[in-house]
């Protein structure tokens, strides 16, 4: 067994869908923009795991995103091959950092947000 969509809420799909390919540099695996469906994977493995950028439309998942928003807490993490390069890179595209990169005792992370309502983490093993 194998993981093969993960959703992430976000408060409109299409504006999620540029960030996460224009600036993060996912690649698009499905575009519906008129059904707001939006679909990303990574580049380096773009058979790999797809991530389903869905609306929070419903109110659960509203209050969820918001809750872990206002919490501080990335939603989800993705790993890198170096985090400091990493933040160099989004720092010029203006993304806007919760965190600067800090070393911990299980790697290197910074806290980014994604501009559609998530807290992302960006980890480099140690």
Not at 56 to 72: C, D, M, R, T, W
Not at 94 to 102: E, H, I, L, R
Request: proline residues 8%; contains cysteine; hydrophobic residues 35%.
């Amino acid at each position: 067994m194998k993981i093969s969509l993960v959703s992430i809420p976000v408060h409109n799909p299409l504006e999620a869908f540029k960030f996460y390919t224009e600036t993060l540099g996912f690649v698009k695996k499905q575009y519906i923009p008129e059904q707001y469906i939006a679909i990303v994977a990574s580049p380096e493995e773009p058979d790999g795991t797809n991530l389903l950028l869905e609306p929070n439309s419903h109110p659960v998942s509203k209050a969820f995103q918001e809750g872990v928003y206002n919490l501080g807490l990335p939603l989800i993490v993705f790993g890198v091959e170096d985090v400091q390069q990493e933040y160099e890179r989004l720092k010029e595209l203006g993304v806007v950092f919760k965190q600067t990169p800090t070393k911990t005792q299980w790697g290197t992370q910074a806290i980014l947000e994604d501009t559609c309502g998530n807290y992302v983490q960006i980890h480099q093993m140690p």
